[in-house]
């Protein structure tokens, strides 16, 4: 069986929920439920926060989208068990596309329904976001960030690229070089920092967070359902009408980085330091 297959078996098959959805009038919080492991996005996670986005985007009673992580983190990105590749696995028939068939089916699916819904999103960054979590988090229509929120660009260490969209992400909030700078460095960002940069919209107190996002929910829901429809896609094509490009671009680009050995060897490192 091929290695996308496999993945998409081992998460439909999960015996425990990873994803919570809490549905209210007209809104959801969906919440990124494996906390032991900082919510890292395993196939089990992955499959089932797609299910759920899938099923509250299709929802015309659900308004607005409330994104979060059980505490005390947003998400640590990437699992490394399913980055770490087996010789077997690297010597595979379909070979890099395989795993462009995960980032772009899986993780770029769920950038998709985030951007292209009519349903507005709101991340809550409850702790670190890193990986495809920050890339999701910065997709979102609004960003508010927990005092004890840091943004954690993972990528460029382990000899990755901004991923899922995240070079659209921070072109767009810091410019050409200011997005080289945050990759070439590395650096994690306060929440405050992060406000400063204009990566987030709001820092809050840590237990008035989910209030705030609920406020924000609030807002977007008294707006009238055609105003809410035709305002998110107009301002996401002002913005600029590449998202698609980009984001294609960086799935057919990373899967490539996987396959490196410099890549592989930071796993492995990681995983022993484990």
């Given at each position: 069986?091929?290695?996308y297959?496999?993945?998409v078996?081992?998460?439909d098959?999960a015996d425990?929920?990873y994803?919570t959805?809490q549905?209210?009038?007209?809104?959801a919080?969906v919440?990124l439920a494996?906390?032991?492991r900082?919510?890292?996005?395993?196939?089990?996670?992955?499959?089932q926060?797609?299910d759920?986005?899938v099923?509250l985007?299709?929802?015309?009673?659900i308004?607005?989208?409330?994104l979060?992580?059980a505490?005390?983190g947003f998400?640590a990105?990437?699992?490394?068990r399913?980055?770490?590749?087996?010789e077997?696995g690297?010597?595979?028939e379909?070979g890099?596309?395989?795993i462009?068939r995960?980032?772009r089916?899986?993780?770029?699916?769920?950038?998709r329904?985030?951007?292209?819904s009519?349903t507005a999103?709101?991340a809550?960054l409850n702790?670190?976001?890193?990986?495809?979590?920050?890339a999701?988090?910065?997709?979102?229509?609004?960003?508010?960030a927990?005092?004890?929120a840091?943004?954690?660009?993972?990528?460029g260490?382990?000899?990755?690229?901004?991923?899922?969209?995240?070079?659209?992400?921070?072109?767009?909030?810091?410019?050409y070089q200011?997005?080289?700078?945050?990759?070439?460095?590395?650096?994690?960002?306060t929440a405050?920092?992060?406000?400063?940069?204009g990566?987030?919209?709001?820092v809050?107190?840590?237990?008035a967070?989910?209030?705030?996002?609920d406020?924000?929910?609030?807002?977007?829901?008294?707006?009238?359902?055609?105003?809410?429809?035709?305002?998110?896609?107009?301002?996401r094509?002002a913005a600029?009408?590449?998202?698609?490009?980009?984001?294609?671009?960086?799935?057919?680009?990373?899967?490539?980085?996987?396959t490196?050995g410099?890549?592989?060897?930071?796993?492995?490192?990681l995983l022993q330091a484990?």
């Open positions: 069986m091929q290695l297959e496999d993945l078996a081992s998460g098959d425990r929920e994803v959805v549905r209210g009038d007209a809104r919080i919440t494996d906390p032991d900082l919510n890292v996005l395993s196939a089990p996670l992955v499959r926060l797609k759920a986005l099923e985007t299709g929802d015309p009673a308004k607005t989208v409330v979060t992580g505490d005390p998400c990105g990437g699992d490394l399913m980055m770490a590749l087996t077997e690297l010597q595979a379909p890099a596309s395989d462009w995960w980032i089916y899986e993780f770029g699916a769920v950038a329904l985030i951007a292209r009519d999103f709101v809550a702790g670190a976001a890193a990986g495809v979590g920050l999701w988090a910065l997709t979102c229509d609004l960003v508010l927990s005092e004890r840091r943004i954690v660009p993972a990528f260490r382990l000899g990755l690229l901004p991923e899922v969209g995240t070079s659209w992400a921070l072109t767009r909030a810091l410019g200011g997005a080289f700078a945050f990759y070439a460095r590395g650096l994690h960002l405050q920092q992060a406000h400063e940069a990566l987030v919209h709001e809050l107190a840590h237990d967070l989910l209030d705030a996002a406020a924000w929910c609030e807002r977007i829901a008294a707006l009238p359902p055609h105003a809410l429809a035709m305002t998110k896609p107009l301002l094509t600029d009408a590449t998202w698609d490009h980009a984001i294609t671009m960086e799935e057919f680009a990373e899967p490539t980085c996987f490196t410099a890549f592989q060897r930071q796993v492995q490192a484990r």
